[in-house]
């Protein structure tokens, strides 16, 4: 079994910052990517950003330069600091975590969201 907790959802004026974190635990045999996607009301899921167990990072074009992804490695957790944040921020985030199990399979995991509220 795999689990994902998130943490670090509320509510922020816009502008201002707000921190996700969500870690993994469980039957991992290597924790490969990790990545954030986000779903506002009455839309589809969207994605966010993604880092890679290399390092690398890539983000979707509404929140590149204000948000940023990072990882330790060491905890199994993938955390998203959002800075300037706007209204259209709102939404349930959730963490998805692409992992090798034991015997060899990849597998996908998800968090199990967090809400971020932005008022104007």
């Known amino acids: 079994q795999v689990q994902l907790v998130e943490s670090g959802g509320g509510l922020a004026q816009a502008g201002g910052s707000l921190r996700l974190s969500c870690a993994t635990s469980?039957?991992?045999?290597?924790?490969?990517?990790m990545g954030w996607y986000r779903q506002a009301p009455g839309k589809q899921r969207e994605w966010v950003a993604t880092?890679?167990?290399?390092?690398?990072?890539i983000y979707g074009g509404s929140v590149e330069g204000r948000f940023t992804i990072s990882r330790d490695n060491a905890k199994n957790t993938v955390y998203l600091q959002m800075d300037s944040l706007k209204p259209d921020d709102t939404a349930v985030y959730y963490c998805?975590?692409?992992?090798?199990?034991?015997?060899?399979?990849?597998?996908?995991?998800w968090g199990q969201g967090t809400q971020v509220t932005v008022s104007s």
């Open positions: 880092m890679t167990n290399g390092g690398t990072t």
């Open positions: 998805k975590s692409t992992i090798t199990t034991p015997v060899g399979e990849i597998r996908n995991y």
């Open positions: 469980g039957s991992i045999f290597r924790l490969n990517a």
